[in-house]
């Protein structure tokens, strides 16, 4: 047996039996973790309600190198993030972010750039009021980082150079089409010069807050289809809580 201690994050829950769940986390030092812990308070310290997302903790866990699953030792609370707990809109971009992590990460694969991803995302998130960019900049860092950034130079397809104009956007080939090849590929999308220029920047300046203005609500939407469209074809499948972000 070997104690594993780390910075995680909740991905989610589920029961186990009648007292006990299994809880996924997300550590900074080992990855995605299944982990086996109480679901009842203990009557002399209550760590029962660490267990849900969105929360900081600092988790001890043991068990076998490569196990399947591993049992909880000792869980502390970190960082609270409190204004995600309190404000619907927050909570759910929160959860949205949370998810893509799950899809995202293989268990006991570490990928401690989307751990600090997420930690430094949550953090801007707790300071302000309209978070959409900011769950467009997590996305475009999460697509960089899993090697999936979208080819924005070069026709994806004939890798021609492209003109500084509105361009076509397949989310299947991940990337930006010439005009000549357009036309010769389904299921794309036109995108405006405006928000070329900010995926561009985004991804030059690497960072995921501040970097420039917010464009016009109809850019983000547009950078929005964008970006959720690539993801989706990335990762194979639709997130769930995708839908609960625009109640
Ligand atoms: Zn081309």
Same mark, same amino acid.
């Given at each position: 047996?070997?104690?594993y201690?780390?910075a ?6 589920y029961?186990?039996g009648?007292?006990? @769940?299994?809880?996924?986390?997300f550590?900074?030092?080992?990855g ?15 760590t029962?309600g660490?267990? @849900? ?22 869980v ?5 993030f ?8 927050l909570?759910r ?5 949370t ?6 990460? @293989? ?5 401690? /750039?989307?751990?600090t991803l997420?930690q ?18 997590f /996305?475009?860092?999460l697509?960089?980082v899993?090697?999936?950034t979208p ?11 492209? /003109?500084a ?8 080939l991940?990337?930006?089409l ?30 995921t ?8 609500v109809?850019?983000q939407? /547009?950078?929005?289809?964008?970006l ?13 809580s995708y ?5």
């Amino acid at each position: 047996m070997a104690l594993y201690h780390s910075a995680a994050f909740v991905l989610h829950t589920y029961k186990l039996g009648d007292a006990d @769940q299994i809880v996924v986390l997300f550590t900074q030092e080992f990855g995605k973790l299944r982990v086996v812990a109480r679901r009842s308070h203990s009557p002399r310290r209550s760590t029962a309600g660490y267990y @849900q997302p969105l929360l900081l903790l600092n988790a001890i866990v043991y068990g076998r190198p490569g196990q399947a699953l591993y049992r909880m030792h000792s869980v502390d609370l970190v960082q609270a993030f409190r204004p995600l707990h309190e404000d619907f809109l927050l909570l759910r971009s929160g959860l949205y972010m949370t998810e893509l992590i799950d899809v995202a990460t @293989q268990e006991r694969a570490p990928v401690p /750039e989307l751990f600090t991803l997420l930690q430094e995302t949550l953090q801007h998130l707790t300071q302000t009021a309209t978070p959409r960019m900011l769950l467009r900049l997590f /996305e475009l860092r999460l697509l960089t980082v899993l090697g999936y950034t979208p080819q924005l130079v070069h026709c994806v397809q004939c890798t021609r150079n492209l /003109e500084a104009q509105a361009q076509t956007f397949s989310p299947r080939l991940g990337g930006l089409l010439c005009l000549r090849c357009g036309p010769t590929v389904p299921h794309t999308s036109v995108v405006s010069l405006v928000a070329l220029q900010f995926l561009r920047h985004a991804l030059e300046s690497g960072t995921t807050m501040g970097i420039q203005p917010e464009p016009s609500v109809m850019v983000q939407q /547009e950078l929005e289809c964008l970006l959720h469209g690539h993801l989706t074809s990335c990762l194979g499948r639709e997130l769930k809580s995708y839908a609960f972000l625009h109640l």
